[in-house]
């Protein structure tokens, strides 16, 4: 493909946004880094959703796939902010897999309460990672990204505190 077609398509995706170059670039790649993160750890809770075992499973299964769903939700309004932006989004597995800070846990077994802790630790951190946005974001005069960036912190402390005293239910 030619320099010139390349650069086409290039434009045809330009979202057009008054926040300049340097901010499409530094929001939308911290954008989609949390992005690669909301995927990860959706996969991470629905893979402990389905592998919760013990007296609270019940409880500790409809409230890790209801954390899923919340998680999920997330996923379209940062791509689209990040479009918004005239940036580009993630387009693969793959492209998660190299951006992604949440780690995976392949384990054929772990118990319940380290389940609650390690989603308790990953949220904790996705938090810490959103607030850190935040201040780009305000940086570049972005409060469009920064307000939804706020709803998502409060969900994500929400989690946090579920995980951590359900947790705590299981160590009495």
């Keep these: ?83 918004k932006l005239g940036g580009n989004t993630l387009r693969s597995i793959g492209q998660i897999k190299k951006l992604q800070r949440v780690l995976d846990n392949d384990a054929d077994y772990v118990t319940p309460h380290d389940m609650l802790a390690e989603l308790r630790e990953d949220n904790k951190q996705l938090a810490v990672h959103m607030r850190t946005l935040h201040e780009l974001c ?9 307000s939804l960036i706020e709803n998502w912190v409060d969900e994500t402390e929400q989690r946090v505190w579920f995980l951590f005293e359900s947790g705590r239910r299981t160590e009495g």
Excluded: C
């Design 138 to 146: 305000d940086e570049h005069n972005d409060i469009a990204t920064a």
């Design 1 to 83: 493909m030619s320099d010139n077609a390349k650069s086409r398509q290039s434009a045809n995706l330009a979202t057009p946004t008054d926040l300049g170059a340097n901010a499409t670039r530094d929001i939308s790649g911290g954008l989609n880094i949390l992005l690669a993160d909301v995927f990860a750890l959706y996969f991470k809770t629905k893979n402990f959703h389905w592998h919760i075992s013990g007296p609270h499973f019940r409880d500790y299964h409809l409230m890790l796939d209801e954390q899923a769903d919340q998680i999920y939700a997330m996923g379209d309004p940062i791509a689209e902010r990040v479009r």
